[in-house]
């Protein structure tokens, strides 16, 4: 079932390449005559922690994002691979250790993508900030006409070892608009909906229940740092909301504030949103 569920998440990233128009290295080409593209499955990977677990495993899928015809390669891939020291900020041996250390990680001949792990020492995350390993992948070392997708290169691994509180308590709420705008929704809880992840009750300006849909706008918190993801406005409309900033926490009150956009024809009008705690 596992190697199913990839094939199709494969097959879903090659399909999905396919609308791009050029890679840096390559075009995304399935003539048969251009070259294979190799990169990270996702950008970004967060893992989060908050007990000691011991010592477990994170997979960060390297797969092949397009090119050639669209078909495995009869030989094996060789992939080599380095960390980025100047951006890193967690450690090897602290969050972190390499389940092979030999820098390089090999698609076998027939496959389009391979595991790379982690092992992730759970004991060993921060209780107040997050950490983040940035591993990019330098070449195909054994295929001259086998290339790193520029935009697939990279991945940041980010340890969060803080648990957020926030739905613990109300709000009083208020939202600004850019232009002056304001609308105070008074009292207001959150909706918890994940680990660091919550949905507010009310967006913009408009009160809780005006909106179909939930209503509100979901963000995650990451050691006092908010972001909100790009989304469909409450849920539904094809408006977008998406951070303009990111938000902070103050450490001290708890009191919060959120900046973030909103999409009327595709044009942006900005609010923030700010949050007293009760």
Not at 32 to 40: A, E, M, N
Not at 221 to 248: H, K, R, W
Request: hydrophobic share 40%; proline share 3%; aromatic share 10%.
């Amino acid at each position: 079932m596992k190697n199913i569920l990839k094939s199709i998440l494969v097959a879903f990233a090659l399909i999905t390449v396919v609308s791009c128009s050029e890679d840096d290295k390559a075009g995304y080409v399935y003539d048969g005559t251009g070259s294979r593209l190799f990169g990270f499955q996702n950008p970004t990977t967060r893992v989060q922690y908050f007990e000691d677990l011991g010592v477990l495993d994170e997979v960060l899928p390297v797969v092949m994002v397009g090119g050639a015809d669209g078909t495995a390669s009869t030989q094996d891939i060789i992939i080599a691979y380095t960390v980025d020291t100047a951006n890193s900020t967690a450690t090897e041996g602290v969050e972190f250790d390499f389940s092979d250390t030999s820098g390089l990680l090999t698609i076998p001949a027939g496959e389009v993508f391979t595991d790379f792990t982690l092992k992730i020492n759970t004991a060993n995350f921060s209780p107040t900030e997050p950490t983040s390993l940035f591993i990019t992948l330098t070449e195909v070392t054994n295929s001259s006409s086998d290339v790193i997708a520029s935009i697939n290169e990279t991945v940041e691994v980010v340890f969060i070892g803080c648990l957020s509180q926030l739905d613990s308590y109300t709000y009083d709420v208020t939202t600004v608009r850019a232009d002056g705008a304001t609308t105070a929704h008074g009292t207001q809880s959150l909706t918890f909906i994940g680990v660091n992840q919550f949905r507010t009750e009310s967006v913009g300006l408009w009160a809780p229940g005006v909106l179909q849909g939930h209503g509100g706008y979901d963000f995650v918190d990451v050691c006092g740092v908010l972001t909100v993801a790009p989304q469909a406005l409450s849920g539904i409309y094809t408006n977008q909301v998406y951070t303009d900033s990111p938000g902070s926490v103050d450490a001290v009150t708890g009191d919060f504030s959120i900046t973030y956009a909103i999409t009327f024809s595709g044009v942006p009008d900005f609010y923030t949103s700010t949050y007293i705690k009760q």
